[in-house]
């Protein structure tokens, strides 16, 4: 029997040892991945900011009131732009961009969604969310041009009144251990939070030809698609990130496993060897 207990131990060291030479290469894999959506992530920052800045300054300076991405309306449907991957393997990076929406729909009937990634859609889809669009296959290597997309959807629902709101759901890059699900309202816009991005600005006041309204209406949408296409590239590295830990944490806990699975090896071969000795002598005792 102690025989039969080692071969046992035996198999379980070396489907524990592929397993962790699986999760080892998935690391490995993800972190190559992870640095290029960072050195991504730095190059679109800039761009959004720039827009971002020049966005609060004409609301500073023109002293505008009105304004269809401003102004606050009856809120009877909100869209909800939600970003997760398309792969597990990844902690709770899914979940956890689902559950900051979930945390902010107190009523899912006045919910629409576009989900990105079919972690997203499969898990709305399965609770019988509305849901006007999906986008599949993007969330690893997103360009811009799905962020055109995406933006260019929700600002059209917007603009036919379809929805009242329009909020992006995505994951923040702390650092290469924390990832933060965050929720942010894309329209209408809020005033205060773009006047506090403004971090500095002149004394004088701006004029615009034409109108600042007219620049409004070409700025606000390209800054929304920069925010979601930001968001899209901050998710990308936010996902290769958490795989990334997901699978250093599996493969540390395969190496334990293996030094646990060795030591019982161990004992029990020296188990056996002992049990052959005692019978061998048992024997010669009793031939006596």
Do not use: W
Not at 32 to 41: C, G
Not at 65 to 80: Q, T, V
Not at 105 to 126: C, H, N, T
Request: charged letters at 30%; aromatic letters at 6%.
């Amino acid at each position: 029997m102690a025989g039969v207990g080692t071969r046992d131990i035996k198999r379980k060291i070396k489907s524990v040892n592929s397993t962790m030479q699986i999760t080892k290469a998935m690391e490995l894999v993800s972190t190559a991945k992870l640095k290029k959506n960072k050195d991504r992530l730095e190059m679109t920052r800039p761009y959004y900011e720039t827009v971002l800045k020049t966005v609060g300054e004409i609301m500073r300076d023109a002293d505008i009131e009105e304004h269809e991405y401003l102004s606050n309306r009856e809120i009877s449907k909100s869209l909800y732009i939600v970003l997760a991957g398309d792969r597990g393997l990844c902690g709770g990076y899914n979940i956890n961009a689902i559950k900051a929406a979930l945390a902010h729909i107190e009523d899912p009937s006045k919910a629409l969604i576009i989900p990105v990634g079919k972690k997203a859609f499969e898990f709305f889809k399965r609770n019988e969310f509305e849901i006007e669009k999906e986008y599949l296959g993007i969330s690893e290597r997103p360009e811009f041009a799905d962020a055109r997309k995406i933006a260019r959807l929700a600002m059209k629902l917007y603009s036919q009144e379809k929805v009242d709101e329009v909020h992006l759901v995505y994951t923040r890059m702390e650092s290469t251990i924390s990832q933060v699900a965050t929720r942010l309202k894309l329209v209408p816009l809020d005033v205060e939070a773009v006047a506090q991005e403004v971090a500095e600005v002149a004394d004088e006041k701006a004029s615009f030809e034409p109108s600042a309204e007219v620049v409004l209406d070409y700025l606000i949408p390209k800054s929304i698609e920069s925010t979601i296409f930001g968001g899209l590239i901050e998710s990308s590295a936010s996902e290769q990130a958490a795989r990334r830990n997901a699978m250093e944490n599996a493969t540390d806990n395969a190496e334990e496993m293996i030094e646990e699975l060795t030591l019982s090896f161990n004992q029990a071969r020296q188990s056996a060897i002992t049990q052959e000795i005692t019978e061998i002598v048992g024997g010669a005792e009793a031939l006596k």
